[in-house]
């Protein structure tokens, strides 16, 4: 028979421990109950025969357990200030029968409890069962030998491996199984890392490069005739500044998911009512953008949710500058907010632009992707990537209804009382 290991033991030992002072923290509850029972059951006895016997209760007078002539008889007495005694009660039978009942009672008391607790202590091995097979594992580990060669086999079979490429780390060793599969993990998640980083700075370069190459052009045409025609200096100044502004705003969108990635953007929650935020950005998109009408659906009720504001509303506006620029002119865009048959707080877009293509939808949040429709129409492929971040900080969720030709309708859904990371 094999033996037990000793955290096994430990465990098993706690799972008894805490079941056991289940128990006697029940049956204590349940002592105390049956004695102020049995008090309560006592001062009324002795007041209902101090009524039949005097008629009244004499607050007044002296009440006292004493000793019968026999000696074994406990009397109960109750004597005037006059020094009459108006009752003399022998004690013994009703305090036996009172014994008896009590003990009768915790008895079945402790019956019931040991039966409805034997569930409790299955549940209270269920919740240490993990902490059971972390100590048979931790006893497996500390039984293995690992001798020199092994070490060496494992410290060659890593050296060959690089994060780049498709092989995987192979021991044929059962000893090393766990520490195998462990690394081929790792080398995994290397490999999708440096694979994300690879493409981020290969589509990075790729939309640098055009501004770049415009602002190059423009310079030599300057060089070469600017300095004598107007026309040209005019059109070289307006087109070099164009470019400028994209560049820095496509660095700006790489900064901010740089320091997203890295762990440098921190949100900032506080209670927002998502109706005022709602609005607001209606209202700004309405002045700013003279070409759309837009109309907004809100909540009678103040709609609230734990949120950064600021970083919120920057995921809400990317979906509304989408909107607008998708869409043709005096289409109506429509924001909206509300709650979620199941209770949880929605933000919404709703254009009735160009639309998406099933197999776009399913990749418009990766970084500069654009489908083939959009690429007729200014942007960076990256103002999508920065909201989903934002919304995906918050816990949040997007749902998304598009049809080629019909429009997109956008919903950032919040979790109950929104917990952002």
Known sequence: MRERPANQIKVTSITRRLHFRQIRKSLWRSFRSD????????ISYLAGQEMAAAGKIN??????????????????????????????LPMNRFLTGLLIAAAVIFALQFLWVWITYIPEDHGIREILSPLDALALRAD??????????????????????????????????SDLVGVEAAMNNLLLR?????????RFVNDASHELRTPIAVIQGYVNMLERWGKEDESILNESITAIRHESDHMNHLVEQLLFLARGDSGRTELHPEETDLNLLMKEIYEESFMIDESHPYRFSGTDQPLTAAIDPGLFKQSIRILTDNAAKYTKPGDEI?????????????????????????????????RFYRSDDARGYAGTGLGLSIAKWIVDRHRGHFEILSRPGLGTRIRIVLPQQGQPQ
């Open 35 to 42: 004695v102020l029972l049995m008090l309560v059951c006592l």
């Open 59 to 88: 607050l007044q007078a002296s009440r006292l357990f004493t000793n019968g002539k026999n000696g074994s008889e406990i009397l109960y007495r109750v004597i005037t200030g006059s020094g009459k005694t108006v009752l003399e």
């Open 140 to 173: 497996e580990l500390s039984r293995l030998s690992f001798s020199e060669e092994k070490y060496q086999a494992l410290e060659e079979a890593i050296d060959r491996i690089q994060p780049q490429d498709a092989g995987i780390l192979s021991l044929g060793d």
């Open 190 to 198: 290397m490999r999708e890392t440096y694979a994300q980083q690879s």
């Open 334 to 366: 429509l924001l909206s907010c509300g709650k979620t048959d199941t209770g949880e707080c929605y933000v919404q877009v709703q254009d009735s632009g160009i639309g998406m293509a099933e197999a776009d939808v399913q990749h418009m949040f990766e």
